[in-house]
């Protein structure tokens, strides 16, 4: 089931076509109304048994004529519709031709197609690049020395987690005879005790799916450090402008992105710009603002990733980047925590995890990984995998559907046996697009022994049972058939 890579770069996969913004449809009914108008008016201008001006007719045509005139009548006739089929087969032809040739850089399912054909191939899993470390993509500050130029930091504190700061603001309160206190369970259940006047996080699931949680590993501290307005005791709000960190040449290439991850609310009253600049010998010129927005990694209010692409704007002539934040938001969930920027080290996914490494591969994506190879099962017996692969959003809940412990699927012994953490991810020059997910799975006993096995054959009737199945607390009989 690969459609849902099948649409990258194809014009008006989402939408009716349309050109200089009329729908074709418009087009097609204005036409439809024209050539009506036209038939009835040849109609007219011909009506069957009419006189010609020349005189009366002088007899039946012959009948070779005639049957020359029906030929003729029925490939005119039919004409159209021939015509209609062909633009149609060529449009559906061009589209995925357009999509290859936007995609050239990147993925298209028409240009990996060929690309098996005529060579080895491994698909998508050829595009997607992975970021093993996001601490190998800290940047460098810069010096500064004008004053337009220094870092400015007014209400928003360096390397505190929010959720750290709701935690922490929680007042201590009597025991309930549970063993935890009211405050405990409270800051549990909302992240933050309800008599706060200040800053609040919401309760997992009430505001998106994305809850406010620790900072992802790797952000924080002097390499990559986070800033947060958030505020338990008051509506925070102020203003950073952090230092001047020097770009890349993977980032003025194209070949990486630039990363912010934010957690919060970007709204007008909580925006945040990235600026780029080139260095003289009078300080920083900034040759370019990009508004962070738009498309995530993940939905709010919790912690996720924006991408800038410099490829094709001014600010792929830049050498360095800086954010500007400004929180002028005074409701209680209008706080903004970022990390500064990174450019991420990237590797091929295919030299992660094909073809050794066993994976797990949701359904809709074995298609587009042919070179993955998935965890094997002996005896019984499964492997655990070391990867998880999955497709994108609008199919990962349906995937999860058959793989679920309720299904008897694999996920009921994996959750059991390991852990899952995903890994950042990009999907080569179109970096917000969503491919999927790769996660690691971490065994919670890295050093558990094999089980030995004792395998053997036997020949059994149809109805030999081997006894009875414990389900559920209670033992229940397989089969009456054997008693």
Same mark, same amino acid.
């Given at each position: 089931?690969?459609?849902?890579?099948?649409?990258?770069?194809?014009?008006?996969?989402?939408?009716?076509?349309?050109?200089?913004?009329?729908?074709?449809?418009?087009?097609?009914?204005?036409?439809?109304?024209?050539?009506?108008?036209?038939?009835?008016?040849?109609?007219?201008?011909?009506?069957?048994?009419?006189?010609?001006? @020349?005189?009366?007719?002088?007899? /039946?045509?012959?009948?070779?004529?005639?049957?020359?005139?029906?030929?003729?009548?029925?490939?005119?006739?039919?004409?159209?519709?021939?015509?209609?089929?062909?633009?149609?087969?060529?449009?559906?032809?061009?589209?995925?031709?357009?999509?290859?040739?936007?995609?050239?850089?990147?993925?298209?399912?028409?240009?990996?197609?060929?690309?098996?054909?005529?060579?080895?191939?491994? =698909?998508?899993? *050829?595009?997607?690049?992975?970021?093993?470390?996001?601490?190998?993509?800290?940047?460098?500050?810069?010096?500064?020395?004008?004053?337009?130029?220094?870092?400015?930091?007014?209400?928003? *504190?360096?390397?505190?987690? /929010?959720?750290?700061?709701?935690?922490?603001?929680?007042?201590?309160?009597? @025991?309930?005879?549970?063993?935890?206190? *009211?405050? %405990?369970?409270? +800051?549990?259940?909302?992240?933050?005790?309800?008599?706060?006047?200040?800053?609040?996080?919401?309760?997992?699931?009430?505001?998106?799916?994305?809850?406010?949680?620790?900072?992802?590993? #790797?952000?924080?501290?002097?390499?990559?450090?986070?800033?947060?307005?958030?505020?338990?005791?008051?509506?925070?709000?102020?203003?950073?402008?952090?230092?001047?960190?020097?770009?890349?040449?993977?980032?003025?290439?194209?070949?990486?992105?630039?990363?912010?991850?934010?957690? #919060?609310?970007?709204?007008?009253?909580?925006?945040?710009?990235?600026?780029?600049?080139?260095?003289?010998?009078?300080?920083?010129?900034?040759?370019?603002?990009?508004?962070? #927005?738009?498309?995530?990694?993940?939905?709010?209010?919790?912690?996720?990733?924006?991408?800038?692409?410099?490829?094709?704007?001014?600010?792929?002539?830049?050498?360095?980047?800086?954010?500007?934040?400004?929180?002028?938001?005074?409701?209680?969930?209008?706080?903004?925590?970022?990390?500064?920027?990174?450019? /991420?080290?990237?590797? +091929?996914?295919?030299?992660?995890?094909?073809?050794?490494?066993?994976?797990?591969?949701?359904?809709?994506?074995?298609?587009?990984?042919?070179?993955?190879?998935?965890?094997?099962?002996? =005896?019984?017996?499964?492997?655990?995998?070391?990867?998880?692969?999955?497709?994108?959003?609008?199919?990962? *809940?349906?995937?999860?559907?058959?793989?679920?412990?309720?299904?008897?699927? /694999?996920?009921?012994?994996?959750?059991?046996?390991?852990?899952?953490?995903?890994?950042?991810?990009?999907?080569?020059? =179109?970096?917000?697009?969503?491919?999927?997910?790769?996660?690691?799975?971490?065994?919670?006993?890295?050093?558990? %022994?094999?089980?030995?096995?004792?395998?053997?054959?036997?020949?059994? @009737?149809?109805?030999?049972?081997?006894?009875?199945?414990?389900?559920?607390?209670?033992?229940?009989?397989? +089969?009456?058939?054997?008693?």
């Amino acid at each position: 089931a690969p459609w849902y890579v099948s649409q990258y770069g194809v014009p008006w996969y989402d939408k009716p076509p349309s050109i200089h913004g009329i729908q074709a449809s418009t087009l097609l009914i204005v036409g439809a109304v024209l050539a009506g108008l036209i038939a009835v008016i040849e109609g007219f201008r011909h009506e069957p048994g009419t006189v010609s001006p @020349s005189g009366p007719p002088s007899g /039946p045509p012959p009948q070779p004529q005639r049957r020359n005139g029906r030929r003729r009548a029925l490939l005119i006739g039919s004409a159209p519709l021939a015509v209609f089929c062909g633009l149609l087969v060529c449009a559906e032809v061009g589209a995925m031709a357009k999509a290859i040739v936007k995609q050239r850089h990147g993925y298209s399912m028409g240009a990996a197609n060929i690309a098996e054909i005529t060579g080895h191939n491994c =698909n998508l899993t *050829d595009a997607v690049l992975v970021e093993a470390d996001r601490r190998a993509g800290a940047l460098n500050p810069l010096r500064t020395k004008l004053l337009a130029d220094i870092p400015l930091q007014r209400g928003f *504190d360096t390397n505190r987690s /929010p959720l750290a700061q709701a935690l922490a603001s929680s007042p201590p309160a009597e @025991s309930n005879g549970s063993g935890t206190s *009211d405050a %405990e369970q409270n +800051s549990r259940a909302d992240g933050q005790a309800p008599s706060t006047r200040g800053d609040r996080i919401p309760k997992p699931g009430t505001d998106g799916s994305n809850p406010v949680d620790k900072p992802p590993i #790797g952000l924080g501290g002097a390499e990559i450090p986070i800033w947060s307005s958030f505020s338990p005791d008051s509506p925070g709000t102020g203003i950073l402008r952090s230092t001047w960190y020097a770009l890349p040449a993977a980032a003025s290439q194209g070949t990486a992105p630039v990363v912010v991850s934010v957690a #919060g609310k970007l709204s007008p009253t909580t925006p945040l710009i990235a600026e780029f600049a080139q260095r003289t010998d009078r300080g920083f010129r900034v040759v370019d603002h990009l508004q962070i #927005g738009g498309r995530a990694t993940a939905d709010g209010p919790g912690w996720r990733d924006y991408r800038l692409g410099l490829a094709g704007r001014a600010s792929a002539q830049a050498d360095a980047v800086r954010v500007v934040a400004t929180d002028a938001d005074v409701t209680d969930d209008g706080w903004l925590a970022f990390s500064a920027p990174r450019v /991420p080290v990237l590797s +091929s996914l295919t030299d992660l995890v094909a073809p050794t490494p066993p994976v797990f591969l949701d359904w809709p994506v074995g298609f587009v990984h042919p070179c993955v190879r998935p965890f094997a099962i002996h =005896n019984g017996i499964a492997e655990i995998p070391q990867y998880r692969l999955l497709p994108d959003k609008m199919l990962s *809940d349906q995937s999860k559907a058959w793989s679920s412990a309720e299904a008897g699927g /694999p996920l009921g012994w994996l959750q059991i046996l390991a852990t899952q953490q995903e890994v950042p991810t990009y999907l080569k020059e =179109n970096w917000d697009t969503d491919w999927g997910k790769l996660m690691v799975i971490q065994p919670r006993v890295p050093d558990a %022994e094999a089980p030995a096995l004792t395998t053997g054959t036997a020949v059994r @009737s149809g109805w030999w049972s081997p006894g009875p199945l414990r389900s559920g607390g209670q033992t229940a009989e397989i +089969s009456q058939l054997g008693r």
